[in-house]
């Protein structure tokens, strides 16, 4: 189905700075530890010159020489740390879980007074370093890597729940950057006959451009340390719009899905989507999605 398609490419140009399969040979240098000696996965280092490097699943830092230090580490969940005297460790000392619970009290609705710009300051700011250290940790990664490989399912159904058809693939992109910031009233729109859905990435989310039009929400999942970040269009907007459900990690940033329906598809086109991606962060460093799910609701 070439339209379905289209979507899955149009969607995912956003995630920029996902990777691919080889890393680039390198030696390991430093460790970072937590305070119990336990190994700190995923933590961005940079140094004095402003070379930074991401240690892997056994807290490694596998580019950073420790004579170029003092190293500087950082990492969600954590209080950040210095190396000293060119060591080869660097100990952090965990902080408690980073987001608090947010909830907006009429969640079925956005108005202009209740946008995430005017929302709880810490909250929103709490989303901001969440996503810009994972959107940064991902983009050192992808330095190592030149494509990634995805699962694709499509499925086809119609307004009353009927499946009509399902489709199985997988996919190899290069990395490709977005062409332009996400735009609420330009989620889903037709380019050079093709229809094209955009899919914010993790700047959007916190960019001042996106919280001036939509409302944004913090739920905590117990008893695990998963915390529900969404977000809506303001009901005044004109156009295609989506709502998002991003599910991460309070302790770490780690995303784990995101979930995307888009709303008020624009005249020709097949009808109201869903995108769902799963995620998972391996010795690869970073998120790669392992499947997107694409639900398509044809609207004739």
């Not at 940064?136 to 086809?156: M, N, Y």
């Not at 700047?203 to 809506?232: K, Q, W, Y």
């Not at 998972?280 to 998120?287: C, I, S």
Request: proline share 7%.
């Amino acid at each position: 189905m070439p339209v379905c398609r289209a979507y899955v490419v149009g969607a995912l140009l956003a995630l920029a700075g996902l990777a691919g399969i080889v890393p680039r040979p390198a030696l390991a240098q430093i460790q970072v530890v937590d305070s119990l000696g336990g190994a700190v996965p995923y933590a961005i280092l940079e140094s004095p010159s402003g070379q930074r490097v991401v240690t892997d699943a056994a807290g490694m830092a596998r580019q950073a020489r420790p004579a170029d230090g003092p190293w500087l580490a950082r990492r969600i969940g954590y209080r950040p740390a210095r190396s000293t005297n060119a060591a080869d460790r660097i100990v952090m000392s965990r902080l408690p879980a980073l987001l608090s619970a947010y909830r907006v009290e009429d969640a079925a609705r956005c108005t202009a007074q209740d946008v995430a710009a005017q929302a709880s300051a810490g909250v929103v700011e709490a989303v901001r370093t969440v996503f810009a250290e994972y959107a940064e940790r991902r983009e050192l990664a992808s330095q190592e890597r030149t494509g990634f490989s995805f699962a694709v399912e499509t499925i086809l159904e119609t307004e009353d729940g009927r499946r009509l058809e399902v489709d199985s693939d997988t996919v190899t992109m290069p990395v490709v950057p977005s062409a332009r910031p996400y735009e609420a009233g330009r989620a889903m729109e037709r380019i050079d006959g093709d229809w094209i859905v955009r899919r914010p990435s993790l700047g959007d989310l916190t960019s001042n451009r996106f919280l001036e039009t939509h409302c944004l929400s913090i739920t905590e999942h117990a008893p695990d340390s998963l915390s529900v970040v969404r977000f809506m269009p303001r009901e005044d907007l004109a156009g295609p719009q989506l709502i998002g459900r991003y599910v991460v990690d309070q302790r770490t940033g780690r995303l784990h899905s995101d979930t995307l329906d888009y709303l008020r598809p624009p005249k020709g086109a097949p009808g109201q989507a869903r995108m769902v991606g799963r995620y998972a962060e391996g010795a690869e460093l970073l998120a790669v999605p392992l499947r997107i799910v694409e639900t398509v609701s044809p609207s004739e």
